[in-house]
């Protein structure tokens, strides 16, 4: 496999903000694709670019079967994400795991040249000793962490003892216009109202959408990086404290001053809130994933991935901050 144009590729996660642009990426070099996507989601971007759609769910069987047997290529980005108390845990095992496996021995039987697992960062947890690269060992934390990382590990297992050809992929924190992730820390800092628990010395990693889609094809394009791991992030990562500056400083407003020295109270309150709301099947407005930002290192080393695939990230971060500010002003977030 070259990269070349005119290939056959089929897509979850399609509708989502990683999978949209590269679904554009894909479609743009000349591939035909296909999206499986729910019934629920909104297809008018997928739509406009001419896309075949699958209308279903990742956690049926059959129709996965159906949906991947005349393909060339597979990228799986599917994947359920949030987590905060409104949606049940064993929904995070039959799409991250369960739907995976589903996709996985679709792929196998349908003999696909190339099948691209998305994976995430995350399922390293906390970076002890930081940066981390693909050695370093599992640790993931919360749900969505356990069964990303449970969804990665049968990919290899495809991979390595099936005779599947395919690459993990590990993106570092995600941003970018079209992501509302970071909104909410865009948005204390515009107005004033963000406050750093604890020292603010951890270390955070993000990566600009249009770098992760490249890094993504550069991994369904190499012929070396069957059966390896890549971890995909920007050129560096910073401490929180430098992130909350540069963000206050594309935004042109005074870098937040608030300050509140201890993590814990914090993190019981946020744990409270989800005890709090979970009768009611919502998510809170603060839980215990959202909090940990405030404490977990998230600093990796792209070293691998530049040396085998020749993956150099292009945006600065700064020039990253400036693009999605002016996003979320120009759609009235800010």
């Known amino acids: 496999m070259n990269g070349e144009s005119n290939m056959e590729i089929f897509v979850t996660g399609g509708t989502g903000f990683t999978g949209s642009y590269l679904v554009s990426r894909l479609v743009k070099e000349g591939n035909e694709v296909t999206v499986l996507a729910r019934k629920s989601s909104n297809t008018e971007k997928l739509k406009k670019l001419g896309v075949n ?69 995350g399922v390293l947890g906390h970076i002890a000793n930081p940066p981390a690269d693909e050695t370093y060992p599992y640790n993931p934390g919360d749900i969505y962490q356990k069964t990303k990382c449970e969804g990665e590990k049968l990919a290899l297992e495809y991979f390595h003892k099936k005779g599947l050809a395919g690459v993990v992929v590990r993106p570092t924190g995600i941003y970018g216009p079209g992501d ?15 406050i750093m628990v604890g020292k603010g010395d951890v270390l955070y990693h993000l990566t600009y959408i249009d770098d992760l889609i490249e890094g993504i094809m550069l991994c369904g394009k190499r012929k070396n990086a069957i059966g390896q791991t890549y971890i995909i992030g920007g050129d560096k990562y910073v401490s929180l404290n430098e992130l909350v500056a540069l963000i206050a400083k594309v935004l042109n407003v005074p870098v937040p001053q608030k300050h509140f020295p201890f993590f814990w109270p914090v993190w019981t309150a946020a744990l409270a809130c989800e005890i709090v709301c979970k009768p009611f099947g919502i998510n809170p407005p603060v839980f215990r994933r959202r909090v940990d930002i405030f404490r977990k290192n998230r600093a990796f080393d792209i070293s691998k991935a530049r040396k085998e695939l020749g993956y150099e990230p292009k945006v600065s971060l700064e020039e990253g901050i400036k693009e999605t500010a002016e996003w979320y002003k120009k759609e009235g977030y800010l």
Request: hydrophobic residues 45%; charged residues 25%; proline residues 1%.
């Open 53 to 121: 759609l699958v209308l279903g769910d990742i956690t049926d069987k059959n129709l996965v079967n159906s949906a991947v047997k005349d393909m060339d290529m597979v990228y799986h980005l599917a994947a359920v994400w949030r987590e905060g108390g409104g949606i049940p845990k064993s929904v995070f095992w039959d799409v991250n795991v369960n739907g995976t496996k589903n996709i996985l021995e679709a792929s196998l039987h349908a003999n696909i040249e190339r099948f691209i697992h998305c994976s995430t960062c």
């Open 180 to 194: 509302l992730r970071f909104l909410k820390l865009f948005k204390s800092i515009n107005d004033g109202k963000f």
